[in-house]
């Protein structure tokens, strides 16, 4: 637990981000500008997502989050220590699920831990937990390209939670699957931040998913990428999407209904020739 009254997992404070304009002539800028001021912290125990158009600088965020790019302004902090480097505190799961070919999906799971010198009886006995946890069990010894997609992001996710890292951040987890096995996975890992009592940001394009998944949204505007609305999603049922979706249908579609306006997606659609 932290001593801050807010108890902040992770905190960005006036972080902005501009790289290198590759294309840089007399005519381009020499920078571009992904992100700036950008003030965003959560809560422990929260889940929050963050949407926005494409290119926005989502993914920047959540990789300086992570500790792979630094900020060109402001700071990010993980359990109040400033993040300046890859670091155990922090989680990260990808699109593509990047597990390691050449390993078991047990194997997989337990790499992070092996990097740190777990002994390999505490090993197996938290890879065993997750493995039934994200619903593996009986494919401890098979390995990736054996398992289905959606099963592959559930072993990245099982591999991401064994170091049992402070903060997750997800960025679009379940945007390469299809759309069946998406619901299922988004069950799973709501299901599995709440039981194990995990805080995590995650980027998705599916205002629907926001919804059902998050204590709150964050929304970000066009590049130069910076939070416009912050939105609490003040349903019960976060560790039951599905329920969630169900029970709650019309607030859920209230909500989807706001973040498309802030989107402008109406004005977008009306853009498009037919
Ligand atoms: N390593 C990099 N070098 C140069 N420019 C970059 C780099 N990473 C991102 N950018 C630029 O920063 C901006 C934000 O990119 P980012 O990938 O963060 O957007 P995004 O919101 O995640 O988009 P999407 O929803 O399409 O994934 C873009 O203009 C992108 O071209
Ligand atoms: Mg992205």
Redesign the pocket.
Known sequence: MLDSPDNYRIEYRSVG?Q????QSTGNHDEF?I??KEVDLAVRDGEVVSLI????????????MGSGL?QPSAGDIYVDEERVDRPNAHVGFMLQKDLLLAWRTIRKNIEFGLEIQGVPAIIRNERSSELLEKCRLSGFEEHYPHQLSGGMRQRAALARTLAADPSVLLL??PFSALDAQTKMILQQDLAETLAAEKKTALF?T?DLAESVALSDRVFV?SQ?P?TIIEEIDIDLPLRENPLARRHDWQKDVAVYVTRLMELLHVGELASEVEI
């Open positions: 981000k790289f290198v304009n590759i571009i992904a992100v926005g158009p494409s290119g926005c600088g989502k993914s920047t965020l959540l990789n790019y960025d679009e980027i394009h970000m590049r990428g």
